[in-house]
């Protein structure tokens, strides 16, 4: 895999994806955490096939939780 995949396409940092490190998806630190729905994420971004990281994820659950609050 080429560099692209290793970044995270919203903060532009590594991602630390296992796959793209040429690991087992068992190995990535993304099948140890809850996403948020697709629908907090751009299309553009979906559309690069690239994973974020975790720390940009984690934001994205954070924004989520607070809209949810919000409505409520």
Known sequence: MDDETKQCPICHGT???AVA???SIDDCW???VAFP???MVDE???SLGTCVCQRCMLALAVEYDIAI???D
């Open 15 to 17: 991602n630390a994806c």
């Open 21 to 23: 490190n040429q690991q």
């Open 30 to 32: 993304c099948q140890q």
């Open 37 to 39: 729905p697709k629908v």
């Open 44 to 46: 553009k971004v979906l």
């Open 69 to 71: 609050k919000r409505v």
